[in-house]
C-alpha cells in the first residue's frame, strides 16, 4: 500500500506558509528567533509567532486558545484540499491525529496569574483549552468529522508518532483519509523546565557548534493531509524506536536511534546513499548533537547531505517533526532543478570533536532535483522517530 502526502500547510515563527519557511531557511535567515522575558524570568530566544492569527468563534470558545489559532491557520492553507476529501469519502471516513506537548497550557499559567492576583478564575478559561486531545476534537468538531480524532503526546517525537499512527489508521481501514501534523506553542511551564534542565542556550542556538550550550524553544504548527490517493509525495519509510537509557538524556551510543533510522530505509527499499537531505534533529545541545552526528556517521557516513533547521526555527518540541518533515516536503514539491538545501546555521565553528558529518553552508545545493528526504526527532525517555518521504513517481 502506497501512502501520499497530498498537500501542507504550516507556520513557523517569522513565516507564515510553507513558502515562507522554505525561502527563509534557505536565506539562513534567523530573524524568527527573538529575545524576550515573556515566559521567563529573564529574557531567552525564543521562536514566537506574532502574526495575526484566525479568531475561534464562540460556538468553539471552551478550545479557544493559541494552539487551536495556530491549527485554524495552517488547516486554512489545506482547506480545499480536505473539502476535496470529505466530499470523496465522507466525513467519517477522514481521522485527525495532532501531536502537541503544551496544548494550551499558557491559558492556565494566566489563569492562575489571575486567581493569585486577583482571586478571580477568567470567564473564559476552560480546561479544554490546555487538554493534550483539544485540538484534534477541535479540528474534527469545527470541521464536523466523524473519523478518529486523537492526539499523541511523545514531547519532542510527538509530530513524528503521528504520522506512524496516521499511517496505521488507513493501513486498517479505519479511514480513507488523516488530517495529521502537529502543534505547539511556548508558555513559561516549559521555559522555566528547560532551564532546570539547563538546556537553554543563552544566546542563539548553536546546532553542532563548538560552542553549542542549549536550545531555543519556538512555536510551530504543520498540518498535512495523508491519504490513499495520488499526491505529490510518498512516505516510504518510518522508524520509531525507544531506548529508555535516561528520563532525559540520550543513549550516548545511539544505538537506538540507528535502529530508527536504518528501519525507515528498510521500508523504503533505500540505501542510505539514495537519500538526497536528511534533516537532524539538531538541537544544539551537547549530549545530543555528540549522539545525533555519531548515529548518522555510522549510518550515512560523511557524504549526505544533512543539517538541523533548529538554528532559524528554534525547537517547536511535540510540533517539532511536523514542521522538519514539512521543509522536506516543500523541498520535494518546489520546481528546484538546483536542489538548493537548507543550511546548518549557528553563527559559529563547528565541533571539530564530533564525528565528520556533511552539514550543509548557506546557498549549498545538489546541483540537482531533490528526489528523497529522511527526518529525525528525538524525545525523552529516548523516544524516536524517522521519518522518510520522497517525490511521487
Keep these: 500500500m502506497t501512502f501520499y502526502l497530498n498537500d501542507l500547510g504550516m507556520l513557523s515563527a517569522g513565516a507564515d506558509n510553507g513558502t515562507e519557511v522554505l525561502n527563509k531557511l534557505q536565506a539562513g535567515d534567523r530573524s524568527g528567533l527573538i529575545l524576550t522575558d515573556k515566559f521567563s524570568s529573564h529574557p531567552v530566544y525564543v521562536g514566537e509567532i506574532l502574526i495575526d492569527l484566525p479568531t475561534i468563534d464562540k ?53 492562575i496569574h489571575s486567581v493569585a492576583e486577583h482571586n478571580i478564575k477568567p470567564a473564559e478559561f476552560h480546561y479544554k483549552q490546555q487538554q493534550l486531545a483539544g485540538g484534534a476534537d477541535f479540528l474534527a468538531h469545527y470541521l464536523g468529522l466523524k473519523g478518529p480524532a486523537y ?7 510527538s509530530s513524528g508518532k503521528a504520522f506512524a499512527s496516521a499511517r496505521r489508521l488507513i493501513s486498517l481501514g479505519f479511514c480513507d483519509a488523516v488530517i495529521v501534523g502537529g502543534v505547539d506553542t511556548l508558555c513559561r511551564y516549559t521555559v522555566h523546565g528547560f532551564k532546570a534542565l539547563e538546556s537553554v542556550s543563552a544566546g542563539l542556538c548553536k546546532p553542532f557548534g563548538q560552542h553549542r550550550d542549549g536550545i531555543n524553544l519556538s512555536e510551530a504548527a504543520a498540518l498535512f493531509v495523508m491519504s490513499k490517493e495520488q499526491g505529490p509525495v510518498e512516505l516510504q519509510g518510518i522508524g520509531a524506536s525507544s531506548d529508555a537509557y535516561h528520563f532525559s538524556a540520550p543513549d550516548p551510543q545511539g544505538t537506538a536511534v540507528i535502529s530508527a533510522m536504518e528501519t525507515a530505509l528498510a521500508e523504503a527499499n533505500k540505501e542510505a546513499g539514495e537519500i538526497d537531505y536528511v534533516n537532524l534533529h539538531g538541537t544544539a545541545t551537547p549530549l545530543n548533537d555528540a549522539m545525533e552526528s555519531k548515529a548518522v556517521n555510522q549510518v550515512f557516513g560523511d557524504n549526505v547531505a544533512m543539517s538541523s533547521s533548529k538554528g532559524m526555527t528554534g525547537h517547536a518540541l511535540g510540533a517539532a517533526a511536523a514542521l522538519e518533515l514539512g521543509i522536506c516536503w516543500m523541498l520535494l514539491t518546489t520546481d528546484d532543478k538546483q536542489g538548493y538545501l537548507i543550511p546548518n546555521i549557528n553563527d559559529d565553528s563547528l565541533d571539530e570533536d564530533l564525528p565528520a558529518i556533511n552539514l550543509i553552508k548557506p546557498k549549498q545545493s545538489l546541483q540537482r532535483t531533490i528526489n528523497s528526504c529522511q527526518s529525525n526527532s528525538f524525545a525523552f525517555g529516548g523516544n524516536n522517530i524517522s521519518l522518510l518521504i520522497a517525490r511521487s513517481c
Design 59 to 111: 460556538k468553539y470558545s471552551v478550545y479557544n486558545c493559541k494552539n487551536n489559532q495556530l491549527l485554524l491557520a495552517a488547516l486554512a492553507q489545506i482547506q480545499p484540499t480536505v473539502d476535496r476529501m470529505i466530499k470523496r469519502f465522507g466525513a467519517d471516513r477522514i481521522a485527525v491525529v495532532i501531536g502537541t506537548s503544551t496544548s494550551g497550557v499558557r491559558n492556565t499559567e494566566l489563569a
Design 151 to 157: 492526539v499523541v503526546s511523545t514531547a519532542c517525537s
